[in-house]
């Protein structure tokens, strides 16, 4: 009963005072936050928190958005009407605040309601002359000077009206320097507004802000068109009224003068240098944010008259050298970082993982940025800053660290990992272009100098530097990768064109081991060892699918290959005999094969020899095609009744060669300085022979023919001086056959060396002892079943390719 009475006497209330629509409260609101400002003391240190202003601007803003959920069609209800047609100059009163800070902690709240405003309106009109025009004024207050308390809430604006350019890029026009009349009139406060809000302002010019570096015209609407000109009728850029009502709309073409400058860009660049993380992380997004904008005349603009792609690498360049250089090279690959990497314990300045880990994380941090700016920019800005990467900082910064004898391991571990870690198209084309250059190869210093650093006694510098090359091949491009590894061999060069002489027959038919198994007293186990890899290899065959008669010569063929290879080391020197890791090879090299071919798929690599020009024919017996290489007869074992010794023959069946003259084949710098470590390996440490192998099977996984011919066909009839990687293995096996039995009980150290190295033992490799010569051994063992294993899958997939 007594809630019906109250009912009635509300609804009588109402008819005789009706309640005040949402205009009326908005110009309440509106007229109490004057009247307070009429009233201000200066003098009165009160803080604007303790004010009634913070609730008045917050029930204006409410009255906007609640009035915005009703209207239909795109309409602008009344309150933001009166804020588009100045009836309630609330934004110019936001600017005006911001520039007094009177009560002080003004500006925060002014740069923070003017950026709610924008976030929570649907249709924030700003393209309305009298929106914009306060919001220029406003970005002029940002970053009057550094370290500015206000930082956060200055960036935020600007990140919000990143976001608004992104949904209508014309707005981006708004924020070019050509648009502003002149600096007085952004510097001053609207004479109305000062009667309004009486209170003291900053009128000297703002500190570092990118507006005021350049000389504005007198009058730069009458040079410059600001709003892309052309015929449509809803849009004539001649009339100034036009600019006025709508400055986003789109026609064919900006017109810039060469002194424009793009606002919102050169003031984010400036919060770069916050010491707040948080900041710099907003201002990144948003120069990612306009950067990948679609349309051009935005993108020349940023690269033109805008110092954006220059301030952000030579930020990275500036990073790079606060790297410390005692730095220990092996803590720079354990790094995984991006961009918006924010270290807990980057609080306490004393904490550290390890020496120099604040300085890397922040370098890597920031070249992850660059790499994604790359990625999701315009075209031509990752263009423009991809060049600039290799000039200010690849050239200009990084390149002197590799020639210094002193800073060269750190230098080259660091840009290892630079390369590995990037995947911006551009970013990689441009590191690959750098290492590789673009003249004759042997005019291109940067690679020598990397080659002889792979030949210096400093191991440590050969086992980053082996790592870098490693890195080139994994993330290098069809350019790079022609340069460094194919530039000798497409030629095929390393064929001896007239039948082999003795010697390298010889070699071809292993007599010279022959000769030494029949001087060796365990010939029979090796026999039976050779009888036992031979069965393994017809199971796998088998057990791949692939039909021995069907294929039987291809299949001879490479089972004569992939015995070249495992048959290399003799059984006595063997750590592992029986070779029951082998099929863990072949699985490796598949999904490894596979990887390539994706890689490669773009790439214009001859699949055959059928359509290269080359001096010999494709069906002689060097082809180096996996199913075609050179045939050799198989054993024949048979006891010698006089001297009761076993024997083995091999006959090289040849066929007509073409008969051409001689040149002597140039493997290249590159080849050179791999054979040369690789026949050094019983000098060298484990980690180096490792990374050496790794980077040669990454090479022979390669879907190349001729690098596959030069690589994997152990029976190329070669000129005698032609280095070969099957030649340089022998040479080592032999090395290594003569000098293993010289060590004491070296089966046992040999088994004893294998289980530590397979165990993985960190305590291992920080020891001192190591048998360099015995690890040296088991490296080669692993890569020779490796060899094999790719020479396999390579055969095995041109097999299902013929099906």
């Known amino acids: ?342 270290a807990q314990d980057f609080g306490d300045k004393t904490y550290s993982k390890f020496h120099g880990y604040r300085e890397l994380t922040s370098f890597f941090s920031w070249l992850d940025y660059c790499d994604t700016l790359m990625k999701e920019c315009h075209p031509t800005i990752a263009a423009h800053l991809s060049r600039t990467f290799r000039q200010n900082f690849l050239e200009g910064t990084a390149e002197t660290g590799i020639t210094d004898v002193h800073h060269a391991v750190l230098v080259t571990a660091i840009l290892a990992k630079c390369l590995k870690v990037v995947d911006s198209p551009d970013l990689i084309n441009e590191f690959s272009n750098w290492l590789v250059g673009d003249g004759e190869v042997s005019e291109w210093p940067l690679l020598h100098t990397l080659i002889n650093n792979c030949l210096t006694e400093n191991y440590d510098l050969t086992l980053e530097t082996l790592r870098f090359f490693e890195t080139i091949i994994e993330k290098g491009t069809e350019h790079s990768i022609q340069r460094v590894v194919l530039a000798r061999v497409t030629s095929r060069g390393y064929l001896q064109h007239a039948p082999p002489d003795d010697a390298e027959r010889d070699r071809l038919n292993d007599l010279s081991i022959c000769r030494e198994r029949e001087r060796n007293r365990e010939a029979m186990k090796q026999l039976q060892h050779e009888d036992h890899v031979n069965e393994q290899i017809t199971d796998i065959l088998s057990h791949e699918g692939l039909d021995l008669k069907q294929h039987n010569d291809a299949a001879d063929n490479i089972h ?105 084949f140039d493997e290249g710098p590159f080849f050179r300085m791999i054979f040369k470590l690789l026949a050094n390996m019983p000098t060298q440490p484990y980690q180096v022979n490792l990374h050496l192998t790794s980077i040669i099977s990454k090479l022979a996984l390669l879907p190349h023919p001729n690098l596959h011919e030069y690589l994997l066909n152990p029976s190329l009839p070669t000129a005698k001086k032609t280095p070969t990687l099957f030649k340089t293995l022998q040479e080592l096996a032999k090395r290594l056959t003569m000098e293993i039995p010289r060590l004491r009980n070296y089966s046992k150290v040999i088994e004893n060396t294998r289980l530590q190295l397979m165990s993985e033992d960190p305590s291992y490799d920080e020891s001192g002892e190591h048998n360099q010569l015995v690890e040296s051994l088991i490296v080669l063992e692993e890569f020779c079943k490796e060899l094999a294993a790719i020479a396999f899958v390579k055969y095995q997939h041109s097999v299902h390719m013929q099906r």
């Open 1 to 342: 009963m007594l809630s019906r009475f109250s009912d009635v006497l509300q609804t009588a209330a109402d008819v005789l005072a009706p309640p005040a629509t949402r205009l009326e409260d908005f110009e309440y609101h509106w007229k109490m936050i004057l009247n307070f400002y009429q009233n201000y003391d200066d003098s009165n240190k009160m803080h604007i928190e303790e004010t009634r202003i913070p609730h008045h601007l917050h029930q204006m803003l409410q009255l906007i958005v609640d009035e915005e959920k009703e209207q239909h069609g795109g309409t602008v209800g009344p309150c933001l009407e009166a804020i588009v047609q100045r009836s309630i100059c609330l934004l110019d009163a936001l600017t005006a605040l911001a520039a007094a800070d009177r009560p002080p902690g003004a500006r925060a709240l002014a740069l923070t309601t003017g950026t709610a405003l924008l976030r929570r309106t649907r249709q924030p009109c700003v393209n309305s002359a009298h929106v914009y025009r306060p919001l220029q004024r406003m970005l002029i207050q940002c970053n009057e000077s550094p370290a500015s308390p206000t930082e956060k809430e200055e960036v935020e604006l600007l990140l919000t009206l990143c976001g608004l350019v992104r949904k209508e890029p014309g707005l981006a026009n708004i924020f070019t320097t050509p648009f502003v009349e002149d600096k007085s009139t952004l510097l001053s406060i609207p004479e109305d507004i000062q009667k309004l809000i009486p209170i003291r302002s900053k009128i000297q010019t703002p500190k570092k802000n990118p507006l005021f570096e350049v000389e504005l015209p007198a009058n730069p609407l009458r040079n410059v068109s600001i709003i892309r000109t052309g015929r449509d009728d809803n849009c004539n850029a001649t009339s100034s009224s036009s600019v006025d009502d709508n400055v986003s709309c789109k026609s064919h073409k900006t017109v810039y003068d060469d002194n424009d400058k793009f606002l919102l860009i050169d003031l984010l660049l400036s919060y770069l240098n916050s010491a707040d993380n948080q900041v710099v992380l907003r201002a990144c997004e948003g120069i990612m944010i306009v950067s990948s904008l679609p349309e051009d005349d935005i993108a020349n603009l940023l690269t033109s008259c805008s110092p954006a792609c220059e301030t952000v690498v030579d930020k990275l360049a500036a990073k790079y050298k606060c790297v410390p250089a005692n730095v220990d090279p092996s803590d720079v690959d354990h790094l995984n970082i991006t961009w918006a990497y924010v």
């Open 560 to 664: 004569r290959v992939i015995n070249s290879f495992l048959l290399l080391l003799p059984r006595a020197i063997l750590s592992d005999p029986v070779g029951a890791d082998y099929e863990h090879y072949i699985h490796d090299a598949h999904r490894h094969y596979q990887y390539w071919l994706d890689v490669t798929s773009t790439y214009h690599w001859p699949t055959d020899y059928n359509g290269i020009d080359t001096t010999a024919s494709s069906t002689h017996s060097y082809d180096s095609r996996p199913e075609a290489d050179i045939h050799l007869d198989e054993f024949h074992i048979k006891p010698d009744k006089e001297d009761n010794k076993f024997t083995q023959k091999l006959v090289l069946r040849t066929k007509d060669l073409t008969q051409i003259t001689e040149e002597e």
